[in-house]
């Protein structure tokens, strides 16, 4: 209650039957499609697979970034869109992760007024599981939280922000069979037994948002059943997310059992206030994790406006055909050069270093990843404008210098990313 308040736990048997065998259907077709990668990430300048298979699946044009990889949503069915899925069984997978998405956002604002109205009444007498079962309309039903509750729940300029710390735009799906593995760390601070993921914090989120995390073991496996000691602590054949305190060993460590069927809610800053791991049992398990992922630069919207604005300084002579540079000031050619730098190393080159892998599931990404192609080729050709003017006798010496040296920066940064990226 004092140290792990925002952590709600449900099981299974609160989740409707028909909603529980769409989704573990559809994880079971992405498999059998070979459709969950393990991400080469970046740690400390090092390259390491990950020991987890993953796939994105969230809005069209989105993408999550972690560990100096970014994944690109295989999008999930949206109206307004055309999105062509390599078999009907994916369309429908996507669809089911759809519907468990809405179903987990509902369930986090109902979470998330039941802890404002307990911390309005101040109790402290019920335990967290069954806090705010009792509280809060649906979303779906009203829309907005009745006038009786708002006074001391949810004020309405809160309920935008409410909403929108619970409106997940991606799903991270995890899988991993730990009997595949060959080694698995063990947890470092409280003897947990074996970790599929790490003590960490979950990255490029919108701040306070919540996590909704749908789990599913794949149970009854010849390992589980054979194994039958008396034990203390965790059941190691059982999977569990383990939670902590971020930066102290001192308060104890929780392990929470993950039955087939169970989800949880890290709400508002638990995120940030506490660490997470996940603790493998012996069975095969795929998790579904709902994130709020901050997309201020990391949508496909967003990178054409940079594009955009970089090619507003690229002009085309109407008799000649000749392209120009329309300014040469130091803050104009400085700016076009890190957009050329970010849809290069952020966008073109994290989406072709693992990117054929999406076509398992759809080409969405082909389209508008030819036209970032078609801006970036305008933008060399803008970084070879820049040389040739300064070359021009009419430049001053201050001015030449002056743009030579911002130039370089961003030309040196560029190099040094390139022989990066080679090398990765």
């Not at 079971?28 to 991400?39: I, P, S, W």
């Not at 604002?109 to 705010?132: F, M, W």
Request: net charge negative.
């Amino acid at each position: 209650k004092t140290k792990y308040s925002k952590l709600v736990f449900r099981k299974s048997d609160t989740v409707p039957e028909e909603l529980h065998q769409m989704v573990q259907e559809s994880f079971l077709t992405l498999r059998k499609h070979d459709c969950f990668f393990q991400d080469l990430v970046r740690i400390k300048g090092k390259d390491f697979f990950t020991p987890v298979s993953r796939i994105l699946i969230g809005n069209p044009g989105c993408t999550y970034k972690y560990l100096n990889t970014r994944l690109f949503t295989v999008p999930w069915p949206t109206e307004g869109y055309e999105i062509k899925y390599c078999s009907p069984q994916i369309h429908d997978a996507c669809k089911a992760l759809i519907k468990l998405n809405d179903y987990l956002h509902i369930e986090a604002v109902k979470a998330l007024q039941g802890q404002n109205l307990l911390e309005s009444k101040e109790t402290e007498d019920t335990p967290v599981i069954d806090r705010e079962q009792n509280f809060a309309t649906s979303l779906r039903e009203k829309g907005s939280v009745s006038q009786d509750q708002s006074s001391f729940c949810v004020p309405e300029d809160d309920f935008t922000s409410l909403n929108s710390r619970t409106s997940y735009n991606v799903t991270l799906l995890n899988y991993m069979d730990p009997l595949q593995m060959l080694y698995l760390k063990q947890e470092p601070y409280f003897g947990m037994g074996n970790m599929a993921v790490s003590w960490h914090h979950d990255e490029n989120l919108v701040e306070r948002s919540t996590v909704a995390v749908y789990s599913y073991s794949c149970e009854g496996s010849p390992a589980e059943e054979t194994y039958d000691q008396k034990l203390q602590g965790r059941d190691p054949a059982v999977w569990h997310v383990g939670l902590k305190v971020a930066w102290d060993i001192e308060t104890p460590g929780l392990a929470i059992p993950l039955r087939q069927g169970d989800f949880y809610l890290m709400l508002d800053d638990l995120n940030m206030t506490h660490q997470h791991c996940v603790l493998a049992g012996f069975s095969p398990r795929f998790s579904s994790t709902h994130r709020v992922a901050d997309c201020s630069r990391g949508t496909l919207e967003y990178i054409f406006g940079q594009c955009e604005l970089a090619l507003q300084n690229l002009q085309t002579d109407s008799n000649s055909g000749a392209l120009s540079l329309k300014s040469l000031e130091t803050a104009v050619v400085k700016q076009v050069e890190e957009i050329h730098n970010e849809v290069e190393f952020e966008w073109l080159r994290q989406f072709w270093f693992q990117g054929k892998r999406y076509l398992k599931c759809t080409d969405w990404w082909l389209k508008p990843m030819a036209k970032l192609e078609e801006y970036w080729r305008k933008m060399e050709t803008m970084s070879s404008l820049v040389l040739r003017e300064v070359r021009k006798k009419e430049q001053t010496e201050e001015q030449r210098n002056e743009t030579i040296s911002c130039f370089l920066l961003v030309l040196t940064e560029r190099q040094r990313l390139r022989k990066e990226w080679t090398a990765r």
